[in-house]
């Protein structure tokens, strides 16, 4: 299997299916992520794990329909071109 720009494509496209994936209760409070844990005061900067928890909320938000029709259109061209 040749490395190409699709498996490069195909891999961010699995690392974000693995974001959106994440479930808040289950996995996210578990470990320390959950949305009262990044509880700052007003001027901070947040930190890394605050910036973190706002990337996996945002791509959870915005990206959950837009992932349907891509995840679609991957599998179409799998199924087309193997």
Not at 4 to 9: G, K, V, W
Not at 43 to 52: L, R
Not at 56 to 82: D, E, Q, W
Request: hydrophobic share 50%.
């Amino acid at each position: 299997m040749a490395f190409s720009l699709y498996s490069l494509i195909q891999a961010a496209l699995l690392c974000v299916n693995a974001v959106a994936v994440l479930h808040e209760d289950r996995f996210l409070n578990k470990i320390g992520w959950g949305v009262d844990q990044g509880v700052g005061g007003f001027g901070d900067d947040p930190g890394i794990k605050t910036q973190m928890m706002n990337l996996v909320r945002s791509v959870r938000t915005v990206m959950r329909v837009p992932l349907i029709g891509v995840n679609s259109v991957c599998i179409v061209l799998l199924l087309l071109f193997g």
